[in-house]
T-cell receptor
């Protein structure tokens, strides 16, 4: 079974803090994605990566950055956390770049910024 | 640009009743369509997907969906609801261009009453 793990289930941070969210997949997948999930808005893509050391902006990249130093690990960074970044963050991975590939999701990190 | 509309943010059914969750899409190219389910405090899990071929797609847990090109719809159904079906359901369409990006709907929260 594909396993996508996220470093924390719940996080509480202060405004202005630098926040790291880690995601690891164990299936040698090429692609990795970061989404945020908010009530009534569904999932919105923040950043994604097709290979080590590469990244592409999604629909809402402002206030975020990412890092992919190893194939299995994709980190989301909030350089200076703000209250409007309070959300559920979901990581996903998939095998190839065809449009029919299934994305596999981690359990999510619920972030509260005070 | 691709988009997805899920009609009804909340749907409530009785146990044993038919489940019908609606999804309409907009796509400039033949779409790949997905239904994901999110149980409380978990990540998303693939229920089923349509890529090519048979328009009636069967998924896990007794769910199925029919791709209707003329109606640009991909509604999810289950003949008889179980209490364990209570969850949030997301419809998604592939973003075109061999990117494996998904465009998600805003989700439908299904409640199952005893």
């Amino acid at each position: 079974d594909v396993k996508v793990t996220q470093s924390s289930r719940y996080l509480v941070k202060r405004t202005g803090e630098k926040v790291f969210l880690e995601c690891v997949q164990d299936m040698d997948h090429e692609n990795m994605f970061w989404y945020r999930q908010d009530p009534g808005l569904g999932l919105r893509l923040i950043y994604f990566s097709y290979d080590v050391k590469m990244k592409e902006k999604g629909d809402i990249p402002e206030g975020y950055s990412v890092s992919r130093e190893k194939k299995e690990r994709f980190s989301l960074i909030l350089e200076s956390a703000s209250t409007n970044q309070t959300s559920m963050y979901l990581c996903a991975s998939s095998f190839g770049r065809t449009d029919q590939e299934t994305q596999y999701f981690g359990p999510g990190t619920r972030l509260l910024v005070l | 640009a691709q988009s997805v509309t899920q009609l009804g943010s909340h749907v409530s059914v009785s146990e044993g009743a038919l489940v019908l969750l609606r999804c309409n899409y907009s796509s400039s190219v033949p779409p790949y369509l997905f239904w994901y389910v999110q149980y409380p405090n978990q990540g998303l899990q693939l229920l089923l997907k349509y890529t090519t071929g048979a328009t009636l797609v069967k998924g896990i847990n007794g769910f199925e969906a029919e791709f209707k090109k003329s109606e640009t719809s991909f509604h999810l159904t289950k003949p008889s609801a179980h209490m364990s079906d209570a969850a949030e359901y997301f419809c998604a369409v592939s973003d075109s261009g061999a990117t494996n990006k998904l465009i998600f709907g805003t989700g439908t929260l299904l409640a199952v009453q005893p």
